[in-house]
């Protein structure tokens, strides 16, 4: 059942998130670390909605899209680690996960500076579509409501409409740049309506409802992957952690997170389950616990493995 | 089979060839396309190859560079164009972040098979802002290689070997040099990108340098061979990472040394040279080496202030009798 497999991914990240927290506090993993819990709709919706072939985007928050792309917890976990088992061969940590074999573009720890990235790859894609025939991949990319104030987004958004890119722009508008909230950032606090103004679709959606973010999405990748260009996705949701583990989060009012955090999006799937019968309780506990294993095994993978060795191993590519 | 072209003709074969070879690759950046680039080099691409592969780019360097990082992440092999390489400072962080440390960082996932081109140095009262020497401020990002033509026979061979690469490539043409000429041969070649060239083959001093200055110290070469000297001179090609080996093998036959650049003094390409000569062939040297830059100003728009900026051939010459007479 789809709706299942949404659940899943999202309890996969949640779970994946708080055992990175668990493990930053006993000294197993360093560096900024950015979790992503409160979020899950908005990578389960659109990366579920993607095919294999397609590519993924992200920032420095970056694990949970990552999972939801299809990388091993335990090559995530062992990233985080700093281990020579990690995606990155341990040279990356958190804020850089990269996957080639899973398409999974990174990790970019600048703010902005993964938009263009994505852009060359649905550019890439469109290149390879009409000069060889290759099957038309997508790309979603996966930024901030403060990144959208950044250069480089007014950019992309112009040079993707202008050559019709396969591409999804998907803010994640948590409301909060660290200490920054939005609309004391801003002047137009709809950055949805800001794309509109470059010609390209572009639409606002409960980042809280895994469901109808899974809807809008399907509707951007058919629209990419049939040459009609790129839209826009704006998701509202909110962070229910610190910006970082380093960040004591004291700014954001407590009615504010209580507020929010009354919406999760897992508990709202796992209600709406129920009540439609789609599932029972034992089904959905089952899930949690084959979870449990799965994160406790990333962990013991994490552990076992050796330390990254060879210091100059891929400064160039052969 | 010999023809004469321009060094802009010798860099456009160069792309033309590639890009008829590999349908990878393909050219991108300010007025490639329709206009031909602002010095030829991408003349008439775009009707042989259309609009997608020879693509003109709205004004937005940070962008378009991430968007050929990305290109060349997923199976391209983009060649921008810096409309002048000193526009390139708003694609530093692309360049450096995303270019230079990607495939590091990422541990392999990602190679990024780029080339960076266009035209660089001081060219003829451009001021300062179109007058940077680029290669000073990348040098320090790793994974990049740097790459300086300085004819059109090796602009050519060199511009292939850079496309053919599967590493970025900053790839520096000397705005003054565009319009060089030289006999060079019709049948395709390709030159090593990280090999230095010993232009001339001497025993007294060993003269450093690349791009333009090659041919300012080729004149003093002229006046200190009618003096009875003979100078060794190399040209470095490979900005980074520096052929060590060559230089060392020649400052080891003639124990003294002098670099001539056009970069600033301050954090030059001659600093980088020096140090790494200091420390791997010290006991070689006779002398404490020398090296000639522009002077450490903004470039400034006067023709004789500009000149006096420069490194001029007779200073070139007094220091390397200073030096021969240590
Ligand atoms: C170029 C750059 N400037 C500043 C930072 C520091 N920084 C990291 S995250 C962040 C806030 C970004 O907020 P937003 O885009 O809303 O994403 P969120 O963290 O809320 O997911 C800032 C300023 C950075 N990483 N890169
Ligand atoms: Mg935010």
Redesign the pocket.
Known sequence: MWQLKLYRDMVLGRKFEDQCAQMYYRGKMFGFV?LYNG?EAVSTGVIQALAEHDYVCS???DHVHALSKGVSPKEVMAELFGKQTGCSKGRGGSMHLFSAPHRFLGGF?????GIPIALGAAFSSLYQHNLWGVPMSVTACF??????N?GQFYECLNMAVLWKLPMIFVV???Q???G?A?HRSTSEVEIYEKAKMFGMPALEVDGMDVLAVHEVAKEAVERARSAKGPTLIEALTY?FRG?SLADPDELRAKQQKAIWMARDPITQLSSWLIEQELVTQEQLDKIHREIDIIISDAVQFALSSEEAKDLYQYVYAS | MLHKLFMYEALREAIDEEMARDKRVFVLGEDVGHYGGSYKVTKQLHTKYGDLRVLDTPIAENSFTGMAIGAAMTGLKPVVEGMNLSFLLLAF?QISNNAGMLHYTSGGNWSIPLVIRGPGGIGKQLSAEHSQRIEAYFQAVPGLKIVACSTPYNAKGLLKAAIRDNNPVLFLEHVLLYNLKQEIPKQEYVLPLDKAQVVREGSDVTIITYSRMLHHVMQAVKQLVAQGMNPEVIDLISLKPIDLETLVTSVSKTHKAIIVEECMQTGGIAAEVMAQIYSHAFDELDAPIRRLSSKDVPTPYNGYLEQACLVQPTQIVEAVKTLMST
């Open positions: 950015h979020q920032t420095y928050r720890a600048f703010i902005g500076e930024f901030g409501d403060g990144t959208s950044n994640e508008n948590n909060w740049a660290i920054m939005h962070r910006h | 962080n």
